[in-house]
Nanobody, 122 residues
Framework: QLQLVESGGGLVQPGGSLRLSCAAS????????IGWFRQAPGKEREGVSC????????NYADSVAGRFTISRDNAKNTGYLQMNSLRPEDTAVYSC???????????????WGQGTQVTVSS
């Protein structure tokens, strides 16, 4: 089965840290960019961060820049989001996605994970 599975969410106090993982199964992430999105109750989904297939290029939302770090380990077929200095406003369901353009068809191939809850509260 081709899928992404997130893990690492949970309850953390303000100022704390969590590391989210996004593991691919049934396909290799080598040629896919990876992105993290989040959605808080009553709010639209927000792009948090993304990383290129090589890992050489990363981008962050202004709201998390300097606190979150995205990375990937292609040998483990997994992407990561290290979240430090967490704030209550970071509370949301975090989902990972992987996408690539298939050269032969020029169509996008995209997978989504099921999401993991992150709650920042004292």
């Amino acid at each position: 089965q081709l899928q992404l599975v997130e893990s690492g969410g949970g309850l953390v106090q303000p100022g704390g840290s969590l590391r989210l993982s996004c593991a691919a199964s049934g396909f290799t992430l080598d040629y896919y960019a990876i992105g993290w999105f989040r959605q808080a109750p009553g709010k639209e989904r927000e792009g948090v961060s993304c990383i290129s297939s090589s890992g050489g290029s990363t981008n962050y939302a202004d709201s998390v820049a300097g606190r979150f770090t995205i990375s990937r380990d292609n040998a483990k077929n997994t992407g990561y989001l290290q979240m430090n200095s967490l704030r209550p406003e970071d509370t949301a369901v975090y989902s990972c996605t992987a996408w690539a353009v298939i050269i032969t068809t020029k169509k996008e191939s995209r997978y989504w994970g099921q999401g993991t809850q992150v709650t920042v509260s004292s």
